[in-house]
């Protein structure tokens, strides 16, 4: 999941008789989100997506009030679930979440490297809503419309602008394609965020990728056990089972974000025998200190997710105050390394610019060579030799 674009006109947010919650004090979020509990499908159209609703939840910066101006009239839409919101701290400008989903005027300034589409997924698309940047995987895009737009999006390109979730007509082209292409074998369905489109309607995309015979993994990249936990209801999971295997790629950034709710959600999948790994961004001021993603990490095994990436934020354009450099991820990963297992730390990756592949990175552990043997600098400090074979 990831995003970018520029459109004229701010579309609705996932359905066009979507309500904001009437305006009352800040902090009644907590009581909208419990009021709309009964389905996600309440939930979801009681995002927020004005300013007046969001002035009306949270005590706003000028900064905040400009971004979301421009977000409405032409940037990446402004959509924030009422359970999302009721996380918020709304007196705090820097809060985590809220910095996630809550535009700035900062989102207004490009920078320099920064791209449109930072992935060369326009470059990589054989066919319509079909990017295939490797041999043997390639990414669907069920549709352009989420419960929460992230202000970090890479796809922001396309992301709440494209007429919503695809029809079988408009993704026929690409289920040809794959349908030729035997070296595909694995599709990861993501948009937009699919488990915004109706379980009838989900159920019918996997079955079309399911009719092509080499595709032995599905995925499917989603925000909703994060920013719509109601969203993973029984039956989803149920009808997700039936698509065995398929992997569900989650994307919690912060451990405020581990909810009773969205913990159940990540552990209803995994009761209904679905893995569910986990995509963190790093983000600048939110999420960039080892304690939070220790905390994050940590947190996020006890609900049975596996911590999968920690993803180096995409040059996407108007993202500068929310990056982080290369080097700090790299400091955080060497001080994360024995503090956490292995199952607990995820592999620190940049996905390069211009869509040529992720590089994963680690701190360079090699001190120095010596004929026969390589000496290693060990995550307390310690040299250490390791001695090569000798040949036979
Ligand atoms: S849920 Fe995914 S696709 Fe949607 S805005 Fe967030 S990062 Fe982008």
Not at 17 to 31: D, E
Request: hydrophobic share 40%; aromatic share 4%.
């Amino acid at each position: 999941m990831t995003t970018e674009g520029h459109a004229p006109r701010r579309l609705p947010l996932i359905d066009a008789r979507a309500k904001g919650p009437r305006a009352t004090k800040p902090r009644a979020t907590t009581a909208v989100a419990d009021r709309h509990a009964s389905t996600w499908r309440d939930e979801a159209r009681a995002a927020i997506t004005s300013l007046e609703s969001l002035e009306a939840r949270l005590a706003l910066t000028d900064s905040e009030r400009e971004g979301t101006r421009a977000a409405i009239a032409a940037g990446l839409p402004l959509s924030i679930t009422p359970y999302y919101l009721s996380l918020i701290d709304p007196n705090d400008p820097e809060d985590p979440i809220r910095r996630q989903c809550v535009p700035r005027a900062e989102e207004l300034r490009d920078s320099e490297g920064e791209l449109r589409d930072p992935l060369g997924e326009e470059a990589y698309s054989p066919a319509p809503n079909l990017v295939q940047r490797y041999p043997d995987r390639a990414l669907l895009l069920v549709t352009d419309r989420c419960s929460v737009y992230c202000r970090f999006c890479t796809r922001a390109r396309m992301v709440g602008r494209d007429g919503g979730a695809r029809s079988e007509e408009r993704l026929r082209p690409a289920i040809d394609y794959l349908r030729v292409h035997p070296e595909v074998r694995e599709v990861l369905l993501s948009g937009g965020d699919p488990l915004v489109m109706s379980t009838p309607r989900l159920v019918r995309v996997l079955e079309l990728v399911k009719s092509v015979p080499h595709i032995d993994l599905l995925r499917i990249g989603t925000r909703a056990p994060v920013v719509l936990p109601s969203r993973i209801t029984p039956s989803l999971c149920r009808a997700l089972r039936s698509f065995a295997p398929l992997w569900v790629m989650t994307h919690f950034n912060h451990p405020r974000e581990l909810t009773a709710r969205a913990r159940a959600a990540c552990e209803r999948l995994a009761d209904h025998g679905i893995p569910v790994m986990n995509q963190t961004v790093l983000l600048r001021g939110i999420n960039d200190e080892a304690s939070t993603l220790d905390a994050l990490f940590r947190g996020l095994v006890r609900a049975r997710v596996r911590p999968y990436y920690l993803l180096q934020s995409d040059v996407m354009r108007g993202t500068a105050h929310l990056r982080t450099p290369l080097a700090k991820g790299l400091s955080l990963v060497a001080e994360l390394q024995g503090r956490l297992s292995g199952i607990a730390l995820p592999k620190f990756v940049v996905d390069t610019p211009g869509g040529h592949g992720k590089v994963p990175l680690v701190p360079d552990a090699i001190v120095r060579r010596e004929p026969g043997k390589t000496w290693l600098r060990t995550w307390r400090g310690v040299e250490v030799a390791y001695p090569d074979p000798i040949e036979p």
